[in-house]
């Protein structure tokens, strides 16, 4: 049985990958430092699959629990998800991001190289491409990041490609996510975000269970159809079969490297998203007006057209399903993991 190491495997996106790389009859070993994350993510998604999952509680930057993972599993292939995503954070303390997520990225691969492990599929974000000359964005823009965090991304799909290089006996898929939210429709697993959430859909979800009085609405005079910002929203289980695909392309894709976007290849705006929840939510979801947040782009949205050629995987569900099962999650679970 073909084996698959997931880093950060515990995490929003990645414990979702894990759903759909078991039911595809993966083996999967999951290393994560649970610094942002519980363990009773990895047990809800053997819980959902009705099969066990490893779970290695160790950190990507560690050489000695890296190689021991590496050295027990032999794995076929990596999904490095792990890694501190927060773009405010990024900008307040950007040597803390460049250093944990090189490190973690350069410690991996150096492990994989001595054990012969070759096939690698990694998370990277749209903000590599910062504010976009044109849209829908294809992998072909400018790549210009407007944080470290996003140049961590960055530099990171430029070591891989380099690894690549210097040896053609490898393969990587670099996934450029958009905007992930909603969760596993069981409502077992989803997003849960430590502290005050710096995304909408779960700060919107947390005021929907209670958590929070109302939504700040950053910005209503941008130049949309609504003043409120446009995003490509892609449900999570969607984005979990994205990486499925990548997986499966690697096997015939020796000495390559896949840029991909995933995305719908569809925009919303806010307002469109506060709407949508209070549908799925039945609740009011007040909302406070206030001016822009620093560093948000008026649009950004996907060409998700490589994916569907490259991969075969377009995203298939709708602004109603994320919410509908981001609710499924949060009703759920009003603490999250707790
Ligand atoms: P998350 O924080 O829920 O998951 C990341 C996981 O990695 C956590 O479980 C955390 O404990 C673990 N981790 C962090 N650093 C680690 C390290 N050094 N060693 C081992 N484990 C470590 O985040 P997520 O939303 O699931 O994102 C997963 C990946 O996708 C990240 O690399 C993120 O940058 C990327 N991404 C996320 C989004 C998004 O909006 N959520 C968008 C684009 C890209
Ligand atoms: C979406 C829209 C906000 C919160 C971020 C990261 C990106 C990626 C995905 C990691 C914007 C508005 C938000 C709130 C609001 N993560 N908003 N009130 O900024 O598009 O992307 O997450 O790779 O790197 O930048 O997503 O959900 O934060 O914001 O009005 O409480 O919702 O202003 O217009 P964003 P978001």
Redesign the pocket.
């Known amino acids: 049985m073909a084996t698959v190491l997931v880093t950060g495997g515990a995490g929003y996106i990645g414990s979702h990958t894990c759903v759909a790389l078991l039911e595809a009859g993966w083996e999967v070993a999951v290393l994560d430092s649970l610094e942002n994350s519980s363990s009773a993510a990895v047990e809800a998604v053997a819980e959902i699959v009705g099969r066990g999952v490893r779970l290695d509680v160790g950190d990507c930057r560690d050489e000695s629990a890296v190689e021991k993972v590496i050295a027990e599993l032999d794995p076929d292939a990596v999904l490095h998800f792990a890694g501190l995503?927060?773009?405010p954070d990024s900008v307040a303390d950007p040597l803390r991001y460049y250093r944990h997520n090189l490190e973690s990225a350069a410690v991996l691969l150096a492990a994989m190289e001595r054990h012969g492990v070759r096939r690698i599929v990694f998370?990277?974000?749209?903000?590599v491409y910062g504010t976009p000359d044109e849209l829908p964005v294809s992998e072909a823009a400018k790549t210009r990041p407007a944080?470290p965090?996003?140049w961590t991304?960055l530099m990171t799909e430029q070591m891989i490609a380099d690894v690549v290089r210097s040896d053609p006996r490898w393969s990587a898929s670099l996934l450029r996510?958009?905007?992930?939210?909603g969760a596993h429709p069981s409502g077992l697993i989803g997003e849960d975000p430590e502290g005050v959430?710096?995304?909408?859909?779960?700060?919107?979800l947390q005021v929907a269970v209670g958590r929070r009085p109302m939504?700040?609405?950053?910005?209503t005079d941008?130049p949309t159809p609504d003043g409120?910002?446009?995003?490509d929203?892609i449900h999570v289980m969607d984005l979990a079969e994205g990486h499925l695909a990548a997986l499966e392309a690697l096997e015939s894709s020796t000495g390559q490297v896949h840029i991909c976007n995933l995305g719908t290849g569809r925009a919303a705006?806010?307002r469109e998203?506060i709407a949508a929840m209070r549908e799925a939510t039945g609740h009011l979801l007040p909302?406070e007006e206030?001016e822009?947040?620093p560093?948000?782009?008026?649009e950004?949205w996907a060409d998700p057209s490589r994916a569907r050629s490259e991969l075969g995987w377009s995203a298939t569900r709708t602004l109603a399903e994320m919410c509908r099962d981001g609710w499924a999650w949060q009703s759920k679970n009003p603490q999250g993991f707790g």
């Open positions: 995503k927060s773009v998370s990277s974000s749209a903000t944080n965090y996003g991304k996510y958009f905007n992930p939210v959430p710096g995304n909408l859909m779960p700060y919107l939504l700040p609405l950053y910005g941008y409120t910002a446009l995003r929203y705006s806010v998203v909302c206030l822009r947040r560093g948000d782009v008026p950004l």
